[in-house]
Structure formats: structure tokens, C-alpha cells
């Protein structure tokens, strides 16, 4: 073909080839210097006179030489300019055979020196060759302006292609191969012994290095004593982090560059965590082809996203994520402003679901992002994926600023497959089909098809044929699927995937929270459930607390302690012992709150010396209760009763003397005499609730059962969890009965916890209504012991709260509730109070002290004798367990303890009240919920307190009942007051 071409090249003249057929033209040009310049002469013309039969010895010959081929090469999409021969010519001729000699040395030198180019990434590949010709051939201008052109990196993967002995694509490229083995043997090894350094990467809060796939063994060394690595071996490197770190494989010693040096700046992908750039301190701008990235530097520096850089885990040098586009700005060194890649660029924009090393997993909902010249080839382009042994082609067009996002769902790759490495490649316009096109650009990544980037931890993504189960971690595998197991104490679950003899091992990003209990004592682990309330006795006062969360903006509540953003360079942390110790009248929550304010509550630590030594466990099949009598027992009753009304008991003896009945089955009771403790375990498989199981004991010399309790008194009972079909009133009311007592700390609030969602789902059928009579008599459920009952009205029902006046009559004084039958016999004032100012009641309790026309139920007498009867049920009845400091006074205390503008003036109607605001911060709280129930807002309330506190809605239910029956009083004045200024309102 080439003996064609030259035939047609001598009949022809140059000018007509170059307006008919450009390509031959271009190629009638380029080819003779490529081939004899520099052998027998520089004279660029003196080439292209001999091989075309023409003269260009005149200037007006070559101008118009250069003219045409200019034309000529744009219209083929070459982007060259200027009007010198450099620029012109040789920019797209790539390197001429004469230059062969000075390349080979440049980039063999460069591959001993820094590693061979990373050609899975076009514009790493293209800064290494640029770095390699400008270091080592600087007086070659020429050559410089070869490799500058190309910026495909085509050079560097045909570099690649020799080292890893491949054979030699034509003539010319024969001849480079052979110069490459010249100037090995010139260095004194072979392209075998060129194996890179390690490549430094960055991982979760430290820098990292990665060794490249050889079998020469590689050392590094950043102290005293020297660290093997293997092949593909990647080594966090413990902080304080080096400058430079000493490597050696074989003959091979060099210092690798590896923390910032002083005025330097390390840019990395903040998505896989690759290297990108090392900016050095002339630079003050730089090209990043990636969206999200991890700066570092030894010098002080902020920018306008995330602030002042913060320490990272080598004090001495700072971190901050941020993003492209952005500036960074410095004190000591002149500002650096990241863009988008002017030259010819392709990056990855998705969702890492997991890393290994410096290569990560992403979600198939991402895409591609190009940045091109539109001026040079036209808007127009072709991508090709390969992966798998399929090959895809899509067309592409940039818009005018010479960007286009292409998503991974074009390619096909949104349908459910095994995660695979995808290559990406773009083409030039016409490419399309053609499987040997040459790449302009190329980018490699893995992808999951099918999986897009979940909400939280991943969950039930199908399991992939290569799921490779010995090296993988964390994770809960079914038969067609796989899930991160939110109980493992695993801190990054681990995806292991087998491919051609390789397995690589995917870190999944930490994308919920997840708490453990790290018991000292035994050396173990427990998964923390949310919301959980964990209880720490004597036994656990060394005990620690590991949190891991994906949230960097977050704050950590630690027992009312706040740590501002305490994961920026970490996603685990842990809680010491000396942070749990509870402080007077202190917060419980182990909780979260996130940049919008929101609070989520992740556990609540309760400090508990019970003499019963009581714990509960609980897993998706078992119950068990562990108990360390207080006296010797001889049997143990179990007794469990559903929401029918039915009942069903076994007994298990510790002696001689029988029992009457036989043991249940499914339930198993370990009497463990060495250790003192009794443990009962449930098989929930067996036992279905939602039922309450209840725990009686018989000691010696007793015939009858009582039920065991804790040290303060509270029945021990268990609940069992369970959904209900057509849940009907009666169910409704004994779960309320099964939640109204109160439970012992030691267990958390197991019962509580395991019965509320049914206890839920039985109101539901009566708040579609919103109707009170249906349901009112869960209102008058009672306690045997006639103390106030503890199950929740307020959080699980707050339409209770929002019926008419009249609607409360005939509630059982057991209740508690009764008072509210008062509220329909309240009289409006003569002028209402506005419910619509910013301290409405503030104004109201301003105006009881001049306003001498305050009908009877509204005057200060009213408020006087609500704070007394509220002081006397705080300290004389059950309900003292909210000024205490247990968790339903810590609640208690979450829910009051805001800014009450009118607390001074509550308190001059508390008598006698002395320096405890309590009850009027009890009262300000019940006001503030009247109010709202009065204009029809209980729902919202509550959701505003959730989202204050984190608590869930049944802890703050329970709690606000309580208060509510505490002080029902203060509900029975202001919601007939506010009821009232409601209605003059509308009347008006």
C-alpha cells in the first residue's frame, strides 16, 4: 500500500492532493521528515522537496505549503497551528526515526526513575511522557512538540506495550522496540527489570503505597529497618509520613516522592483514592481530570467548600476535600486554582461503592465525563467499551464548552451482571463498529452493572458468579443474593472477587452508622442495634464504644459532649471508657447531629450496679435473659400471654420439689451454679408475638409464684415481637396493658422495643377516623399496683390529644387522666389571647396579674394548684422516675431543657418552688403541646421534638405521657384556653 501511496504522491502535485485528498496530502508531507529528517540533514523542505518532486525553495512556496496543509490537517481533525515547521510539522508527525534514539533513552530513563506510565489513565499516561521528554531531552524542541501533540499518550502505551513484550506494530515501531532494548542495555538492565516504584494512593485518613505487579522482590523503608513488599501489595505507611520514602527491587535504590513536600500540594481522587497530581510551589493552577478530590499540604490552606484544612493524621500536614473549579488558598505560597483539564480529557463521575488500593467498585448510576476541543474534530465523537469480551460503541456530542457526560446506563451496564473492569475509549467520528480503531482517549474502572449506589449499606445486590467467600468479610450471602450484615463487627465489610487467577478485595464504603460495645473483660465485640439502650454496670466500667460513620460533616454527641466533625479523616472512632462516665443530671445519648441540625440518636448508656445482674440478648431467632438471683429459687415459671387473652406456662425446677407444670417448648433455662446466674433462652421460631413473657420464681419453702423483679421493684417480663392480621380493639388494649408497667432498666426497654411496632399498627385503624370514642378506653388502662401507667398515648397517638372538649368524660380516676373531663366546663375569657404571636404565652400569664375578669379554671389560683398536685405526684407516686437519673429522666430532660421565654413567669405561680425549675420547665412543655393540640398540630410537635432530640417517637411518646400525667393539670387549662382563643379567632 505504501508503494501505492508514493506512486500516487509523484503524480500528483502536492497542492491537489492537499485539496482533494487530504489524508494522502497530510500523509505526502509528514512521511519523509518522519523517515529521513536528521539523517543526512535538518532542512525540513530539502525532505519534502525530494519525496513530492517539487521546490520549495521560495517563501511564497512555502507559505503556501503550510497554508494548505494547515487546511488540509484541521479538516482531518488534527489540531495544529502556529507557522513554524516545529508546530506545524512535526507536533503531528510524532517522533521522527532519528529521534527514536533520544524517546528510548527519555522513557526508560523515566521508567527506572518514577515507574512505568499508568496507561489505564489517558491523562496520567500523557503527563508521564511530557514529564519524561521535558527532564531528559530538554534542548529538543522538536521532540517536545511530538510528544506534546499526542495527547492520546499513544507513545507511553506503545512504551507499555515493549515492556510488556508485545510485538512491534509495523516498520517503524520495530525500529523504536529495538532502541528501547539499546538504551535498557545502556542502563544495564533489560525491560524485565523495569519495575516501577510503588505508587502512593490515598486510603480513608493515610497515605498508602502500592507496589506494582512484578515477581522482583521490593523493599521500602521509612525508619530504621526495611519492609518487604510483594507484588500488587499495598502498605499504609504510619504517620509522621516522610517526604520522600527509599525503595529498592533487584540492582534498583531510589527515593521515592511520597508525603508533600514543604510548598507542595497532593491532589488525589477523593471516589478511588488514585494519585492525581504533585503540584510544586511555582505552580499556582492545575489540570485535574476528576469531580471530587483530597488535598494535602505542610502548609496551612482553605478554600470556599470546605473551609480551613484540618490536620490530618500526621499533624503536620493538612487535609481538605474539595472540589474542581474551586481555589485553594495559602499563606505562604501562592494560591492554587484546580480546573477542568484544558487538553483532551476523559474521568469517571459516579458512586465508589468500595476501594481496593487505588482501583474502585462503582455503581452502574454513574457516568463519563469528556472534555474535548469541538474546534478540532468536530463536536462529534465515538466511545467504545470493552469488558467481558463485549464491545459497545456510542456516539457522543460535546456541547459548546467541550463537555459531555455520558451515562454508564448507555453502555447497558444498568442490567443486573457480575462486577467487571470496563475500558473505556474514545474514538474519532466514523469509528463506530470498528473493533482496532485507535483510542484518542481511555480510562479504566470497575463497574457493578445493575447495582446503583444504594441509600445505605448494601443490600440485597445480587451475588456475583465470581464472589469469592473465604477472602470476603462482613456480609450476609443468600442464595441469589449479598448484603453488608449491619451485626457484624467487621469496621469495612469486604467484597472479594475472583478473576483470571486474581482476586481483588473491595473495602465497601461505609454508608450508615454502625456502634459496637467493645467489652474489655472478654475480649469481644457486640453489634449495637439503633436507638438501643446499652446498660454498663460495675463489671463494664473499662468498657469502650467504636462508632463508624460516613458522615464528615456530622457532629458526635457524646453525653451532652459535642466533637465537632469528628470523622473529616476517619470513618471509625473510638469512645473511651473515661467518656461514658454518666454526669449529674448529664445526656445519655451516644448520637449524631448532622449539618441540617437533625439529631439521630444511635444509643443510650445506662449506668447501672443492679445486685440481680441482669442482661438480655437478642438475636433474629433467640431470646435470652441472664439473672443472678438475690436468693436461692428451686423453680421458675415462664409465663407468656398473647393479645388474645391467651396464656401458656412452663416450669422448670433447681431442686427436688415439683413443679405443676411442664416445661414449655422451645424454652430453655440453664441453672449455672459456678457463676450464680440463671439464663433463659426463648426460641422466637417457637413463640410468636406480639406476646409479653413474664418471669415468675418460687424459692425455698414457698408453694406460690411471684413474679422476679429488679432491685427497684420493676416485674421482669420480656417481649416477644410478632405482627398482627386485622388487629381489633382488644388487642389494642392489652397491649397498652403489657406496655404500662414499668420494665427494669438492666433490660433496656427489650419489651418496650419488641412490642411498640404492633402496639402501632393497632391504632392505625382507628386514626384514619381521628375519632377519640372508639379508642378511649385505652385512655382509662391502669396498673394493678394503682401506680400511674407507663405505655405511650402522646408519640404512637397524638390525635388522642386533639378531640373536641366534651369528648374526656368518664376516664377512671386509675387512669390518671380523669381531669381532662374538666376542660368542657371551662368559660372562655371575655377577650381570648392571640395564639398567634411569637410568646403567646408569655403574654396570657403576663396579663393574669392585672386582668381581675379571668373566669374561674384560667385565674392563678388554677395554675397554683396545678404546680402543687404536680409536686406531689413527682415525689410521692411512680412518676418520680422523671426527676431521677434514669433513661426517663434523662428523656425528660432532653425534651424540657430548651429556651422557655416565659420559665420566670411560670415559676412565680409554683409556691414554695425554691431553685428547682423542674416542674415549670414540665409545665412550659405541656403548654407548648396544648397549644399545639388545640390548633390541631400534635403530629408536627412531635416530629419537631424527634428531630431536635433524635429520639424515636416511642421514647418520646412514652416520656411526654408521663409528664402529661404528672401535670394533666396544666394540659386541662391550656388546652381549654387555647381551644377557646381558637374558636373566638374563627368566630371573628
Known amino acids: 500500500m505504501r508503494e501505492t501511496a508514493i506512486s500516487v504522491v509523484g503524480a500528483q502535485p502536492l497542492w491537489r492532493l492537499l485539496t482533494r485528498a487530504p489524508a494522502l496530502g ?15 540533514t535538518r532542512d525540513v523542505y530539502a525532505h519534502i522537496s525530494d519525496f513530492v518532486g517539487e521546490d520549495f525553495s521560495e517563501t511564497s512556496s512555502r507559505n503556501d505549503l503550510k497554508s494548505r496543509f494547515r487546511r488540509a490537517a484541521r479538516h482531518l481533525g488534527l489540531p495544529v497551528s502556529g507557522n513554524e515547521p516545529t508546530d506545524l510539522f512535526f507536533a503531528p508527525l510524532g517522533p521522527a526515526h532519528s529521534q527514536h534514539p533520544d524517546l528510548a533513552r527519555a522513557f526508560v530513563g523515566a521508567a527506572l526513575h518514577v515507574g512505568p506510565p499508568a496507561i489505564e489513565d489517558t491523562p496520567a499516561a500523557r503527563a508521564w511522557q511530557r514529564r519524561a521528554v521535558r527532564d531528559r531531552c530538554p534542548t529538543l524542541t522538536r521532540l517536545h512538540a511530538a510528544i506534546d501533540f499526542d495527547r492520546s499518550a499513544y507513545c507511553a502505551r506503545r512504551f507499555e506495550a515493549w515492556r510488556r513484550g508485545i510485538d512491534p506494530q509495523g516498520e517503524a515501531e520495530k525500529r523504536l522496540f529495538e532502541a528501547y532494548d539499546v538504551a535498557a542495555r545502556l542502563f544495564g538492565r533489560t525491560r524485565t527489570d523495569l519495575v516501577g516504584p510503588p505508587r502512593v494512593f490515598w486510603t480513608g485518613d493515610h497515605l498508602a503505597l502500592e507496589a506494582e505487579a512484578s515477581r522482583m522482590t521490593q523493599r521500602i523503608k521509612t525508619g530504621l529497618f526495611p519492609t518487604q513488599m510483594s507484588g500488587s501489595q499495598r502498605l499504609r505507611i504510619a504517620p509522621p509520613w516522610p517526604d520522600k520514602v527509599a525503595w529498592s527491587a533487584g540492582n534498583i535504590h531510589q527515593d521515592v516522592p511520597f508525603a508533600p513536600a514543604p510548598g507542595e500540594v497532593l491532589l488525589f481522587d477523593a471516589d478511588s483514592g488514585a494519585f492525581l497530581a504533585r503540584v510544586t510551589r511555582s505552580e499556582d493552577a492545575a489540570d485535574i481530570a476528576a469531580l471530587h478530590l483530597v488535598a494535602l499540604s505542610r502548609s496551612p490552606f482553605r ?28 499563606e505562604d505560597r501562592s494560591d492554587l486554582t484546580l480546573h477542568t483539564p484544558t487538553d483532551a480529557a476523559l474521568w469517571i463521575d459516579g458512586t465508589a461503592l468500595g476501594r481496593d488500593g487505588s482501583h474502585a467498585l462503582f455503581s452502574c448510576d454513574g457516568g463519563l465525563v469528556l472534555r474535548i476541543d469541538p474546534e478540532i474534530g468536530g463536536q462529534g465523537r465515538i466511545v467504545r467499551a470493552r469488558h467481558e469480551g463485549e464491545t459497545q460503541f456510542v456516539s457522543i456530542r460535546v456541547g ?23 475500558i473505556f475509549e474514545v474514538l474519532a467520528p466514523g469509528a463506530a463498529g470498528d473493533l482496532e480503531a485507535r483510542a484518542e482517549l481511555s480510562t479504566t474502572c470497575w463497574i457493578w452493572p445493575g447495582v446503583a449506589a444504594p441509600q445505605g449499606d448494601l443490600e440485597d445486590a445480587p451475588l456475583p458468579a465470581t464472589f469469592d467467600p473465604a477472602r470476603s468479610a462482613g456480609l450476609t450471602v443468600g442464595p441469589r443474593t449479598v448484603s453488608v450484615d449491619p451485626r457484624s463487627d467487621v469496621e469495612a465489610p469486604i467484597l472479594a472477587l475472583r478473576r483470571e487467577g486474581d482476586t481483588r478485595e473491595f473495602r465497601l464504603a461505609a454508608r450508615s452508622e454502625k456502634l459496637w460495645h467493645c467489652r474489655i473483660a472478654t475480649g469481644e465485640r457486640h453489634y449495637v442495634p439503633r436507638g438501643a439502650t446499652l446498660t454498663l454496670g460495675h463489671e463494664n466500667r473499662h468498657d469502650t464504644l467504636l462508632l463508624r460513620s460516613p458522615d464528615r460533616d456530622a457532629a458526635l454527641l457524646v453525653l451532652g459532649k459535642e466533637k465537632r466533625r469528628p470523622f473529616l479523616l476517619r470513618q471509625s472512632l473510638e469512645i473511651g471508657a473515661s467518656e461514658l462516665e454518666m454526669q449529674e443530671g448529664g ?34 431467632d433467640a431470646l435470652r435473659l441472664v439473672f443472678a438471683p438475690t436468693r436461692p429459687l428451686n423453680a421458675l415459671r415462664l409465663r407468656i400471654e398473647d393479645t388474645q387473652g391467651h396464656t401458656r406456662e412452663g416450669d422448670h425446677t433447681f431442686g427436688r420439689h415439683p413443679a405443676p407444670n411442664a416445661p414449655l417448648d422451645g424454652v430453655c433455662v440453664d441453672n449455672e451454679m459456678e457463676a450464680g446466674r440463671i439464663a433463659v433462652t426463648i426460641d422466637k421460631r417457637r413463640h410468636r408475638g406480639p406476646a409479653r413473657a413474664m418471669l415468675l420464681v418460687r424459692t425455698g419453702g414457698e408453694e406460690d409464684f411471684t413474679p422476679l423483679r429488679d ?41 418496650s422495643a419488641a412490642i411498640a411496632p404492633a402496639y402501632e399498627a393497632a391504632f392505625a385503624p382507628f386514626a384514619r377516623s381521628g375519632m377519640l370514642s372508639p379508642v378511649k378506653s385505652v385512655l382509662g388502662v391502669s396498673r394493678q399496683d394503682g401506680e400511674p401507667p407507663r405505655h405511650d398515648l402522646a408519640g404512637v397517638a397524638p390525635w388522642l390529644f386533639e378531640a373536641p372538649l366534651h369528648a374526656y368524660a368518664g376516664l377512671p380516676e386509675s387512669s390518671g387522666l380523669s381531669p381532662l373531663d374538666r376542660m368542657k366546663d371551662i368559660p372562655a375569657p371575655a377577650a381570648a389571647p392571640s395564639v398567634h404571636g411569637d410568646t403567646p404565652a408569655a403574654d396570657w400569664l403576663e396579663r393574669l396579674g392585672s386582668d381581675d375578669a379571668i373566669p374561674p379554671g384560667l385565674d392563678a389560683a388554677a395554675l397554683q394548684h396545678a404546680f402543687r398536685i404536680l409536686r406531689f405526684r413527682l415525689n410521692e407516686t411512680d412518676l418520680r422516675i422523671l426527676k431521677g437519673q434514669g433513661t426517663q429522666a434523662s428523656t425528660a430532660r432532653l425534651l424540657c431543657d430548651t429556651h422557655v421565654a416565659e420559665l420566670d413567669l411560670l415559676r412565680s405561680f409554683d409556691q414554695g418552688g425554691g431553685g428547682d425549675p423542674r416542674p415549670a420547665r414540665f409545665a412550659a412543655l405541656i403548654e ?5 393540640c388545640a390548633a390541631r398540630r400534635a403530629a408536627a410537635f412531635i416530629d419537631d421534638i424527634e428531630f431536635r432530640t433524635g429520639l424515636s417517637r416511642h421514647e418520646v411518646g412514652q416520656v411526654l405521657t408521663l409528664i402529661l400525667r404528672a401535670g394533666v393539670e396544666f ?18
Not at 463537555?403 to 451482571?417: C, Q, Y
Not at 445519655?588 to 445482674?613: F, K, S, Y
Not at 427497684?712 to 388487629?727: F, I, R, S, W, Y
Not at 407548648?928 to 399545639?932: E, G
Open 26 to 40: 497530510v500523509w505526502a508531507v509528514l512521511y519523509p521528515l518522519a523517515a529521513r529528517y536528521g539523517i543526512s
Open 303 to 330: 478554600c470556599a467548600s470546605f473551609g480551613d484544612a484540618i490536620p490530618s493524621a500526621d499533624p503536620g500536614i493538612f487535609v481538605a476535600w474539595v472540589e474542581t473549579g474551586e481555589t485553594l488558598r495559602f
Open 400 to 422: 459548546a464548552d467541550g463537555l459531555a457526560t455520558l451515562p454508564f446506563a448507555d453502555f447497558g451496564l444498568d442490567v443486573a451482571a457480575d462486577p467487571r473492569p470496563v
Open 587 to 620: 445526656d445519655d445519648r451516644i448520637a449524631l447531629r448532622r449539618a441540617e441540625g437533625r439529631v439521630d440518636l444511635l444509643a443510650r448508656i445506662r449506668r447501672l450496679d443492679d445486685p440481680a445482674a441482669m442482661s438480655v440478648d437478642e438475636s433474629d
Open 711 to 751: 432491685a427497684t421493684g420493676a416485674p421482669v417480663a420480656l417481649g416477644l415481637p410478632g405482627e398482627m392480621n386485622d388487629p381489633a380493639l382488644r388487642d389494642l388494649l392489652q397491649l397498652a396493658r403489657f406496655l404500662s408497667d414499668p420494665e427494669p432498666d438492666a433490660l433496656g426497654g427489650q419489651l
Open 928 to 932: 407548648r403541646f396544648a397549644r399545639a
Open 971 to 988: 394540659f386541662v387549662y391550656f388546652r381549654a384556653l387555647w381551644t377557646r382563643a381558637i374558636e373566638q379567632d374563627a368566630s371573628a
